[in-house]
Nanobody, 114 residues
Framework: QVRLVESGGGLVQPGGSLRLSCAAS????????MKWYRQAPGQQREWVAS??????NYADSVKDRFTISRDNAKNTVYLQMNSLRPEDTAVYYC?????????WGQGTQVTVSS
């Protein structure tokens, strides 16, 4: 079992930045494909970004604004969010995948509002 703990959410004004972190309780962290998802009120959960090894991919809605990265020595994945918009408001979830196993964090709230 892998435990994921997200942090870094909060309230930010439009145009601002936040950095989310997700710490994983596994010594095999480097083997995991890590993803960020988000879920806005009344909406389905949607994929935001993923990182496998050093390869990254982004949803079109966040491309050029968000950056996913990982520090395998710290068992942590990050999501740097810049130029935030009100439509980025959601609960952000960390997801870890290895072979047939998939794990989720509890989520962290991001609210973009003036």
């Amino acid at each position: 079992q892998v435990r994921l703990v997200e942090s870094g959410g909060g309230l930010v004004q439009p145009g601002g930045s936040l950095r989310l972190s997700c710490a994983a309780s596994t010594i095999s962290f480097s083997l995991f494909a890590m993803k960020w998802y988000r879920q806005a009120p009344g909406q389905q959960r949607e994929w935001v970004a993923s990182i496998t090894g050093s390869s990254t991919n982004y949803a079109d809605s966040v491309k050029d604004r968000f950056t996913i990265s990982r520090d395998n020595a710290k068992n942590t994945v990050y999501l740097q969010m810049n130029s935030l918009r009100p439509e980025d408001t959601a609960v952000y979830y960390c997801n870890a995948n290895f072979q047939l196993s998939s794990y989720w964090g509890q989520g962290t709230q991001v609210t973009v509002s003036s």
